[in-house]
């Protein structure tokens, strides 16, 4: 089936820098856009999402924006700090398979 | 509380040992799916149902069977488990399928076949 594209698949940065994680994908009639963050030995957990009618969606230090003419989405992550050291992964819009993962490690 | 519960938790077993990791949710959702979690692969998707009865194959099937009987349940079945089936398993329901709303998730099984 159609994939999503997820980059990088490692990530390490200095806390209080900022992250950004980006999906492509293939499907044109997409509509949702969630990203989500597993923890060490946890399940995903949904973080943040949007949907196609916005570009962006801010929560608190994370936000998503969107471009659907690049079909690509990202997640910003700013002010990193260590407890946002996890494993990342967006999911390929409008069906429930995911990328690849982006391993995040933000040093103290 | 909302949730999704998986049991067990760790599993050790032997080639050829039919065994059933449950999974069950609370939150009266209609789609579940199964996936399977191995180091560099990323979250692959074994099987999901879309209803109660309504089951169809994710990208890695080979080797596992599901069943819905009721809307809550959706058990995993490994009828003659190999060692390549070691793995971290994740379930995982949504109000809907088709990728369009949140996927919540149980907190993984851990298999081991020997």
């Known amino acids: 089936g159609e994939n999503v594209e997820q980059h990088p698949s490692t990530l390490s940065v200095q806390e209080g820098d900022s992250a950004v994680i980006k999906c492509t994908y293939s499907d044109s009639a997409s509509n949702y856009f969630p990203w989500y963050k597993q923890e060490l030995g946890k399940g995903p957990q949904l973080i943040i999402d949007?949907?196609?009618?916005?570009g962006e969606k801010k929560d608190q230090r994370i936000a998503v924006t969107l471009n659907k003419t690049a079909k690509h989405f990202s997640l910003h992550i700013t002010e990193t700090q260590p407890e946002d050291s996890a494993v990342y992964f967006c999911a390929n819009p409008g069906k429930s398979t995911f990328g690849d993962g982006t391993t995040l490690t933000v040093k103290p | 509380e909302a949730q999704v519960t998986q049991n067990p938790r760790y599993l050790i077993t032997v080639t050829g040992k039919k065994l059933t990791v449950t999974c069950s949710q609370n939150?009266?959702?209609?789609?579940m799916s199964w996936y399977r979690q191995d180091p560099g692969l990323g979250l692959r998707q074994i099987y999901y149902s879309m209803n109660v009865e309504v089951t169809d194959k994710g990208d890695v099937p080979e080797g596992y069977k599901v069943s819905r009987k009721e809307k809550r349940n959706f058990p995993l079945i490994l009828e003659s488990p190999s060692p390549n089936q070691t793995s971290l398993y994740f379930c995982?329901?949504?109000?809907?399928?088709?990728?369009?709303?949140?996927?919540?998730f149980g907190p993984g099984t851990r298999l081991t076949v020997t």
């Open positions: 949007i949907r196609s009618n916005v």
């Open positions: 939150m009266n959702h209609e789609y």
């Open positions: 995982a329901s949504s109000s809907s399928g088709q990728g369009s709303y949140e996927q919540y």
